[in-house]
């Protein structure tokens, strides 16, 4: 079976599906964060901030998981799905498909 990678919007269900069915959640959040720090009612409070190679370390594994015949849900932020618009992928892998809702009820699926 050939793996394939959802770049799913927020809310699409990346997170109720992983597990079935060689389904995976690949969890940005905990790739390349660097502590950054800012002062609330005079207390120093550590505030993590996404660095610039993030998706150089994410993106791969969400090939080589794919590679590996799963299907690997990412997350949608622009740079990821700039990666995958432009990676050249291997034989076992389908490629990246976009799921998100319209435009036109973005405010309704925030809401």
Not at 31 to 53: E, K, Q, W
Not at 74 to 101: C, D, L
């Amino acid at each position: 079976m050939k793996g394939l990678i959802v770049c799913g919007y927020p809310g699409v269900g990346k997170s109720s599906i992983a597990g079935w069915n060689k389904c995976v959640d690949l969890e940005s959040s905990y790739f390349s964060y660097r502590p950054a720090y800012d002062v609330h009612d005079g207390i120093c409070v550590n505030i993590p901030v996404r660095t610039d190679v993030w998706t150089k370390q994410y993106c791969p594994i969400a090939i080589n998981l794919a590679n590996q015949g799963f299907i690997v849900m990412t997350s949608y932020h622009k740079s990821v799905i700039e990666y995958f618009m432009s990676a050249i992928y291997p034989k076992n892998v389908s490629g990246a498909v976009i799921f998100a809702p319209d435009r036109r009820y973005k405010k309704e699926w925030i809401d």
